[in-house]
Each structure stands twice: as C-alpha cells, then as structure tokens.
C-alpha cells in the first residue's frame, strides 16, 4: 500500500487516509468495514462510473448528477475528515 506523505512527514492524516483500506475492504466484499474505514469510497466509485459512461453515452441530466454527485462526495469527506480530527483529538 502507497504511504501517504502527510501522515509521514506532519503526522496527521489527510482527508484521503482510509481510502485505499476501504476499496481493499470492499473488494473483498466487507461493505461495513469499508464504509467505517472510508464512507466516500463508494460514492467516489459511483461517480467515477457514472462519469465515464456519461462521456460515452450523453445522458441527458448526467452533468447536473455529476455534480451533485461532486459535492455530495466532497461534504462527505468533509465531515468524515472533521470527525476523525475531533476524534483523535478527543481520544489520543
């Protein structure tokens, strides 16, 4: 697994810790583990589908559900990122 320079070099997570753990997760078919590991993981997936197969097939509201896709996906990162920063501050 790649090491993530943020935790590396400051010692604190960046709001994409957890993603690879989580699509591991999910490949191997533990959906719970991997939505507690990474909740935008699936959503990022859906939009990166969906993204593609608009480009091929043009759906008629595909751009305003990549968008809203977008910023669904960002305020879930968002809070997660905030709950986890709260959390280790809180615990550790």
């Given at each position: 697994?790649?090491?993530?320079?943020?935790?590396?070099?400051l010692?604190?997570?960046?709001?994409?810790?957890?993603?690879?753990?989580?699509?591991?997760s999910?490949m191997?078919?533990?959906?719970?583990?991997?939505?507690?590991?990474?909740?935008?993981?699936?959503?990022?997936?859906f939009?990166?589908?969906?993204?593609?197969?608009?480009i091929?097939?043009?759906?008629?509201?595909?751009?305003?559900?990549?968008i809203?896709?977008?910023?669904?996906?960002?305020?879930?990162?968002?809070?997660?990122?905030?709950?986890?920063?709260?959390e280790?501050?809180?615990?550790?």
């Amino acid at each position: 697994m790649l090491r993530c320079p943020s935790k590396a070099l400051l010692h604190i997570d960046c709001p994409g810790c957890g993603l690879q753990r989580s699509v591991i997760s999910l490949m191997k078919g533990d959906i719970t583990q991997s939505l507690t590991l990474y909740p935008a993981t699936m959503p990022i997936m859906f939009l990166s589908v969906f993204a593609g197969l608009h480009i091929i097939f043009r759906f008629k509201q595909g751009a305003r559900i990549i968008i809203i896709t977008q910023v669904s996906v960002a305020i879930i990162i968002v809070t997660f990122y905030i709950y986890k920063i709260i959390e280790h501050k809180i615990f550790n």
